[in-house]
């Protein structure tokens, strides 16, 4: 079933003393868990084992208490009393025939260690580098320092043996970890025989190595994680020093994992980086080295893989984000069932679990890290229940995934879409500057839904309560969206403030429908998400000038979650929008907005032609309310529930509605669990403890 061009990809590739079953190797990446929700880690690199990878790798693992990263939460490997934990999760990544890797992580300048309160230790003394500018500093490591060092990645390297991986990565990339932090003079100012010339600053490198194969000999794969390059200059890690210290170690580990230089740089959204952003840079360093080489790309095409590994540029495709979006892609390609992947959109909604400290989302897996805490399979659907048939009105992002869900379980469904179109938001979304790729998210459905015997689709079927109650469906599930208001009640104004007729107010639908204002046009931005801009990069590509004005201390502040409101902000400032932060909006005059400072309320009028207002959406549960009003008449029409879901129960990311249908579609029928909890959760098992002696 497989197209021969792919059969590349499905070679073995020998990675030290181990042998990979396949190219596919799915790279370290974090999921919002961590050591507090390590069985639906587990679970997740388990469901990708099942997928046909032929390396899984954990997130970083902290090796030792002298460096940790709260509030953030990865896996820790302190004691032997991790060890379990982590053995859970290797036995479910090689269930299948991969090989299970761990990254080891010592966090350095980047460790603020709020948790533990050590002194953080660092190869420089260095204010400490993190999201959150935290105020304190990072002693230098002294020799001594070093020497123990050498030593905590030893007995990581041993407990994670005896947890039973196959490969280590050190982490050196991202700036995040400490072998980067000696090799890049941005962190390494020292003067001694770890610094200066890159001979002393890959020297930690080396004798790390030679540490960990002295411990662990042939048991296990060594392989390196390192950035690309910087990009911050001459004072950084460069590309081409890159490739200094690979030819200069050509054989130190017995894999080199290349990835771009800040995590921003690496895991770039879609709306910045395209598929295989990376191939320049890593392009020429295979020939440098006689060990195989990573490298990641957001990749998502199997062509493009197949190109990658045929060119010489790449021995094995790593993948992050694709692996989350489809944990099936590798079996799906041998299987010749391309259409069936669910493609990364590349909207880093994953990202957000680990930078806000929660379990992890995918708009296009609405099963990601659900495997074990809901037992959802992101391939197999509970069987169906004990009714029949289903009617979904709306075909936005939460109709689509119910719709495809239920259909998947045996329900008949019948999906009614007022236009002609399917995708609702993504539909009108994908056409704005640089979010083509979110349309993946109606393409896939819009597919799939097409090959179902038991899918009826209905176009120019706008249903009110009435004909809902003629059709005789056993359930109605109402996923009719959001719309855009107009009125300026958001996070500012909890209810609409003052506005002149005579100026022209615009929301994003507005936009979105081809209603394009002219002159200037001030946005106001109370969303914060990327709405914000995007609108207005498209209002200068209209001809429009703009100014952006939002209460938030950055524009797109929330996009901090998605590694890409640093590239919002310039790209806005190149393209000439004028940006006016912690001020707001109070009232829309006839030729201008007043606007204010949200901190001494100072206020000022900013003449304009236009206003666009990006504030917040108002559901569109008109139909619902109308239906619930009237429950007593369900009965007679065979009705056994409605239920409204997605933006029309409440507006949020796209992630959010996809994942409201596929459990809307994996409840339908279920058991009343009362007040129970809808999930499981990892609960801790307190140690013994005694009023009269707290240490007992």
């Known amino acids: 079933m497989r197209d021969p061009r792919y059969d590349i990809l499905f070679e073995p590739v020998q990675i030290g003393p181990l042998t990979a079953k396949n190219r596919f190797y799915q790279v370290p990446h974090c999921n919002g868990g961590g050591y507090r929700d390590p069985s639906a880690a587990a679970a997740m690199r388990g469901s990708k084992a099942e997928g046909g990878w032929g390396v899984i790798f954990t997130e970083q693992c902290e090796i030792h208490h002298t460096s940790e990263i709260t509030p953030f939460i990865e896996l820790r490997l302190w004691e032997d009393k991790d060890i379990p934990m982590l053995r859970r999760m290797s036995e479910t990544m090689k269930e299948h025939g991969a090989l299970a890797g761990i990254q080891l992580a010592y966090s350095g300048v980047n460790g603020p260690n709020l948790y533990t309160r050590e002194v953080p230790l660092a190869v420089s003394a260095q204010p400490i580098r ?55 003079r941005v962190t390494n100012h020292r003067t001694d025989e770890y610094g200066g010339s890159l001979e002393n600053r890959a020297r930690f490198a080396q004798e790390v190595v030679a540490d960990i194969r ?25 590309n081409a020093e890159v490739r200094d210290f690979v030819e200069m170690n050509r054989n130190l580990p017995d894999l080199w994992d290349l990835a771009h230089g800040t995590w921003e740089d690496c895991s770039g959204p879609s709306r910045f980086k395209e598929e295989a952003a990376q191939e320049a840079l890593v392009r020429g360093i295979r020939d440098l080295t006689d060990r195989p080489i990573v490298g990641v790309g957001r990749f998502t095409s199997p062509d493009v893989m197949a190109r990658m590994i045929k060119s010489g540029t790449l021995d094995l495709i790593g993948c992050a984000r694709p692996s989350i979006a489809d944990p099936f892609l590798p079996k799906k390609i041998e299987e010749g069932r ?29 099963t990601f890290m659900e495997e074990w805490r809901k037992g959802w399979h992101p391939e197999r659907m509970n069987a169906k229940g004990n009714s029949s048939n289903v009617l979904v009105v709306g075909a936005g992002p939460a109709g689509l995934e119910a719709s495809l869900a239920l259909a998947n379980r ?4 019948a999906l009614a879409e007022a236009g002609r179109v399917l995708g609702g938001r993504v539909a009108r979304e994908r056409t704005l500057p640089g979010l083509s790729a979110w349309g993946r998210v109606a393409d896939y459905r819009d597919y799939q839904l097409r090959q179902k015997a038991n899918v009826e689709i209905y176009f120019d079927s706008m249903l009110d309560a009435n004909s809902i109650l003629e059709f005789g469906f056993d359930h109605v599930c109402l996923a009719t969206g959001a719309t855009w208001r107009r009125d300026g009640v958001a996070r500012q104004h909890v209810v609409p403030f003052p506005t002149n007729d005579a100026l022209p107010i615009f929301t994003p639908d507005d936009l979105m429908a081809g209603r394009i204002p002219a002159g200037h046009v001030v946005i106001y931005d109370d969303d914060h998400y990327y709405m914000g801009g995007v609108l207005a990069e498209l209002l200068v590509q209209s001809g429009c000038t703009a100014t952006l004005v939002t209460p938030a201390a950055a524009v797109s502040e929330w996009t901090v979650n998605t590694l890409e409101q640093h590239e919002i902000h310039r790209r806005l400032a190149e393209m000439g929008v004028r940006i006016e932060l912690n001020r707001g909006v109070t009232a829309i005059g006839a ?27 108002q559901e569109n549960n008109a139909v619902f309310g109308d239906l ?24 949020g990311p796209i992630a959010w509605a996809t994942y409201a249908g596929h459990r809307y579609a994996r409840e339908l029928d279920g058991e009343d669990i009362g007040d129970a909890l809808p999930f499981r959760r990892e609960v801790t098992q ?8 707290p240490n007992a």
Request: with cysteine; charged share 25%.
């Open 410 to 413: 045996g329900y008949d469904v």
């Open 338 to 366: 391309i259409e069936d992947i669910r493609e990364c959109i590349g909207c880093n909604i994953c990202i957000t679990g680990d930078m806000t400290m929660s379990i992890s989302r995918c708009t296009q897996n609405p």
């Open 214 to 238: 002295d411990a662990v000999g042939d048991a296990m794969g060594l392989t390196m994680r390192v950035s690309l390059d910087e990009t911050i200059g001459d004072l950084g890690f460069s």
């Open 591 to 617: 030729d201008h907005v007043e606007t204010n400072c949200v901190f001494t309320d100072r206020r000022q009028p900013m003449p304009c032609d236009a206003v666009l207002l990006v504030t917040s959406r």
């Open 686 to 693: 307190l140690d013994a403890w005694k009023r009269s002696d």
């Open 628 to 651: 619930k009003s009237r429950e007593d008449a369900w009965l007679d029409a065979g009705i056994r529930s409605v239920t409204l879901i997605g933006d029309a129960n409440a507006p």
């Open 130 to 184: 993190t999201f959150t500018n935290d105020p304190l500093q990072a002693r230098a490591l002294d020799k001594s320092d070093i020497r123990d060092l050498r030593r905590w990645f030893v007995n990581a390297a041993k407990r994670s043996r005896e947890a039973g991986f196959d490969l280590i990565c050190l982490y050196g990339a991202h700036g995040f970890g400490i072998f980067q932090h000696f090799l890049s």
